[in-house]
């Protein structure tokens, strides 16, 4: 299995709302990452995630928590999020983020829209 | 934060046309990564290059790994209308490094 499987596909939500992004990988990496992409830019580091533990955070407001539960799985939680954090959000994984060579794989994303 | 500095900025190209773009960095990089992003989708990995001078293809997609290790460069060759798409340069420096992106080509292919 070489693939990174995201859920949901698309969310809607309002600014009061809760809702979690999913993230799954069976290819055995230990590092993890949340990106954030606007339309036609590069995607902007988020999170990463190195042997489960939370190894870089970019200053993300704290709307946004990550979570990785064990090896395969990460979330991201969000909560009372503003309409300028609608983007697409994308999930990595590669196989050892302190790796002197560090290829990432990604999923399909999340379309977030909040109104 | 740092990025890359990748060109052309677009493209617009007839069916059967060979297309060349670079990226170029004022820091050494010890991986070269090439991606393609479709409407809607994640990037997918193309070619992943290790080695100065190393030079590696993937059907009609040929790239290199600069000498100097600061810069690469992505080929498609006889373009086809399925190679419509932005395609992103990103170089990491490992070691606990995150990487590092080209702001993208964007290119269309007329049929």
């Known amino acids: 299995d070489t693939e990174v499987t995201q859920t949901p596909k698309h969310l809607v939500m309002g600014m009061t709302n809760k809702k979690s992004l999913k993230c799954e990988q069976h290819m055995g990496h230990r590092a993890m990452y949340w990106y954030k992409q606007k339309a036609k830019k590069p995607p902007e580091l988020m999170f990463v995630?190195?042997?489960?533990?939370?190894?870089i955070n970019e200053s993300v407001p704290s709307r946004f928590s990550p979570e990785c539960p064990n090896s395969s799985l990460l979330n991201l939680h969000l909560h009372a999020l503003q309409p300028e954090d609608s983007a697409l959000y994308l999930c990595?994984?590669?196989?050892?983020?302190?790796?002197?060579?560090?290829?990432?794989?990604f999923g399909p994303g999340t379309r977030l829209t909040v109104l | 934060g740092q990025q890359l500095n990748q060109s052309p900025q677009s493209m617009f190209i007839q069916e059967g046309e060979d297309v060349s773009m670079n990226c170029t960095s004022s820091s050494i990089f010890n991986t070269w990564l090439w991606y393609k992003q479709e409407p809607g989708e994640g990037p997918v990995l193309l070619i992943a290059?290790?080695?100065a001078g190393e030079l590696t293809s993937n059907g009609r997609l040929t790239a290199q790994f600069g000498i100097t290790r600061k810069d690469s460069f992505l080929n498609i060759s006889a373009s086809i209308p399925s190679d419509v798409g932005i395609y992103f340069c990103a170089g990491n420096a490992g070691n606990n490094r995150k990487l590092i992106w080209g702001l993208g080509t964007s290119l269309a292919v007329n049929p």
């Open positions: 990595a994984s590669s196989q050892d983020f302190r790796a002197l060579h560090n290829e990432q794989f």
């Open positions: 995630y190195s042997y489960e533990k939370l190894s």
């Open positions: 290059l290790y080695k």
